[in-house]
C-alpha cells in the first residue's frame, strides 16, 4: 500500500511513515518520527521527532502531537511520547513528551481526544480514553482504562483515575479518584457506582452490587477510610473488582476524591 504525500508537506526524509500512511497539506513531520501503518495526518498537523505512533492513528488539522514538556525544569534532554494503534486527535489537540522524571509519555490504543484536549509530560493514558473538548491532564498523572472525561475538565498534576470512571463536565480534580466512579461537578463529588458504563462494558450484577456495597461504606457511612476499607474486607464479596477498588484506594498517596 502506497503512502500519499501532499505536495504542501513538510516530511522528513529521516521520519519513518509506514504503509498506508496519509500527511495532508500543510502537515509538518520531524525527523526521527515514527507513524504507523494505515495512519492518517491531517492539514497543518505537527508530529514532532520524539513520537512513536502505532498503526491507524487520525490526527486532525492544528494538533500539535510530541511537543516538549511545559515544564521549566525541562533542558532539553531526550524523552519520547509513545502512543498506541487506532486513536483519534481531533483538532487543536496537544501531546506533550516526557521528562527525565519518567522520559517518556504514554498513550493507550482506541481513543478519543476530542478539539484542545491536552496530555502534559510524563502522563500515562490507558486504552479506549475519552477526553471532551478542552479537558486536559497535568503532568505525572495516571489515567486508567475506559475512562471518559466530560467536557472542559482539568485534572491536577500526579493525579491518578482509576478505570472505567466518567467524570461529569467542568468538574475538577484534584485527588486520586477510585475505579468505577461516576462523577458530578458543581462541586465535583462522586455520586455513585458507573453503574451503565459497566453494564455496557460486560460486568455482572453480581459485580455491580458488590462495588455499590463498597462504594456506600466509603462514601455514605461516615467512616474514615481505613475503618471503610476494613468493613469491605470483612462484609463484602471477595471478588476481583471489589479488591481492586480496595487496593485502589489503599495506595493512593494524593488521597481520595471525596
Known amino acids: 500500500m502506497s503512502k500519499k504525500i501532499h505536495s504542501?508537506?513538510?516530511?522528513?526524509?529521516?521520519?519513518?511513515?509506514?504503509?498506508g500512511v496519509i500527511i495532508g497539506p500543510y502537515a509538518v513531520i520531524e525527523r526521527g518520527a515514527v507513524i504507523g501503518d494505515?495512519?492518517?495526518?491531517?492539514q497543518s498537523a505537527w508530529i514532532s521527532g520524539f513520537v512513536r505512533m502505532g498503526r491507524e492513528n487520525k490526527v486532525f488539522h492544528g494538533a500539535s502531537i510530541g511537543g516538549p514538556p511545559q515544564d521549566k525544569k525541562f533542558s532539553g534532554e531526550f524523552s519520547e511520547l509513545i502512543i498506541g494503534d487506532r486513536n483519534m486527535f481531533r483538532e487543536s489537540?496537544?501531546?506533550?513528551?516526557?521528562?527525565?522524571?519518567s522520559g517518556?509519555?504514554?498513550?493507550?490504543?482506541?481513543?478519543?481526544?476530542?478539539?484542545?484536549?491536552?496530555?502534559?509530560?510524563?502522563?500515562?493514558?490507558?486504552?479506549?480514553?475519552?477526553?471532551?473538548?478542552?479537558?486536559?491532564?497535568?503532568?505525572h498523572v495516571t489515567i486508567g482504562n475506559w475512562v471518559i472525561l466530560g467536557g472542559s475538565i482539568p485534572v491536577h498534576q500526579f493525579v491518578t483515575i482509576g478505570d472505567h470512571v466518567m467524570v461529569g463536565m467542568s468538574a475538577r480534580i484534584s485527588r486520586d479518584v477510585p475505579p468505577y466512579l461516576l462523577l458530578a461537578s458543581e462541586p465535583t463529588r462522586p455520586v455513585s457506582i458507573n453503574v451503565i458504563g459497566l453494564r455496557r462494558r460486560g460486568f455482572s450484577d453480581e459485580d455491580i452490587s458488590a462495588l455499590k456495597k463498597a462504594y456506600r461504606l466509603v462514601y455514605r457511612c461516615e467512616l474514615n477510610t481505613s475503618i471503610a476499607l476494613d468493613r469491605i474486607v470483612d462484609e463484602v464479596d471477595n471478588i476481583p473488582v471489589v479488591n481492586n477498588f480496595v487496593e485502589f484506594i489503599r495506595n493512593s498517596t494524593r488521597g481520595i476524591i471525596r
Open 8 to 19: 504542501t508537506a513538510i516530511v522528513d526524509s529521516g521520519a519513518e511513515l509506514g504503509d
Open 38 to 42: 494505515g495512519s492518517e495526518i491531517g
Open 93 to 101: 489537540t496537544t501531546m506533550n513528551r516526557g521528562t527525565k522524571a
Open 104 to 139: 517518556k509519555t504514554i498513550i493507550g490504543s482506541d481513543c478519543m481526544f476530542m478539539a484542545y484536549s491536552h496530555v502534559a509530560h510524563d502522563c500515562v493514558v490507558g486504552d479506549n480514553v475519552i477526553f471532551a473538548n478542552c479537558s486536559g491532564i497535568g503532568g
